[in-house]
């Protein structure tokens, strides 16, 4: 007979933080609009064959010159501020997610790796690390975008991941160097096992969990670093959908009484992250209790 839901103390949990709850719904949301844009939208914004520039600049649908047609009103190039906020979620959401991911990946290799064979090779990763380290991560992702001929939204990706695979090594290779001490690590090499099953299979599953709790949230501060450089003009190119870029575009329009450019697409950037804060901040306490006692 299968558990109900609520005996798992993992949901258990979740469901008795509202702030999680909160945050969790939330995401999903934002996540679903992003990934149902192209069937939810009320226009494709960068379908040339739908925009029409005598939609320029209008108002929200609630104000005088509005169009129920957009009803968050219209950017400087006809296209509708609703339709184009749900195709910048997936830009955003494409980017967090697959910089997390790749960089997550690429730190747990050269963590594991340094801190299990030590020595010379973990002196040069961490040179490495420690090097890549002492730069600002908007200034190397801007120096390395510079760099490209042509941007898109894997360049961005690539850019962001040079920097941000160092946190995740660093955290491994600490869990690594404590972990490889453990009684069933020597175990496992005195009976033979081979290094490659040793660490995937003994000491992997044991240093994750800070792993999962560092991807939770990154992905924020991921997420507002591709607004951040799309802002500043650096980012995805004009071509694809952003946040950053709605807002960029928007500001000068704001003294001009186009506030909506700004407030809603700024507005969703900013619901998006304080999501992912609350879901984080709870998924990180459950991964180690000890830090919510002490809150």
Partial sequence: MMRPLTDNAFVYSFLRDPSAIFGGVLLVIFALCALFAPLIAPMDP???????????????????GGSLSFPL???????????????????????????????????????????????????????????????????????????????????????????????????????????????YVTAAKASGARDFRILF???LPNVLPPVFVLMAVDLAVVIMLESTLSFLGVGVPITEPSLGMMISIGKNYIYAGMWWMVLFPGLTLILLVVAINLFSDWFRDEMNPKLAKQA
């Avoid at 960068?46 to 005088?64: C, Q, R, V």
């Avoid at 801007?142 to 946190?167: D, M, P, Y």
């Fill in 201 to 203: 299979r003994h000491i």
């Fill in 46 to 64: 960068y379908d040339l064959t739908s925009i029409d520039l005598g939609n320029f600049l209008l108002s929200p649908a609630w104000m005088e």
């Fill in 73 to 183: 009103g219209t950017d400087d190039q006809g296209r509708g501020i609703l339709s184009t906020i749900l195709f910048g979620l997936r830009t955003s959401l494409l980017v967090g997610f697959s910089v997390v991911i790749v960089s997550s990946v690429l730190g747990i290799v050269f963590g594991m790796v340094g801190g299990y064979y030590g020595g010379l090779l973990d002196a040069f990763i961490m040179r490495c690390a420690d090097t890549v380290f002492s730069f600002s991560t908007t200034l190397l992702a801007i120096l390395l975008l510079g760099v490209f001929e042509s941007r898109n939204i894997w360049t961005v990706v690539f850019a962001i991941c040079i920097a941000g695979w160092v946190k995740y090594a660093r955290t491994i290779r600490g869990s690594v160097l404590e972990v490889k001490e453990n009684a």
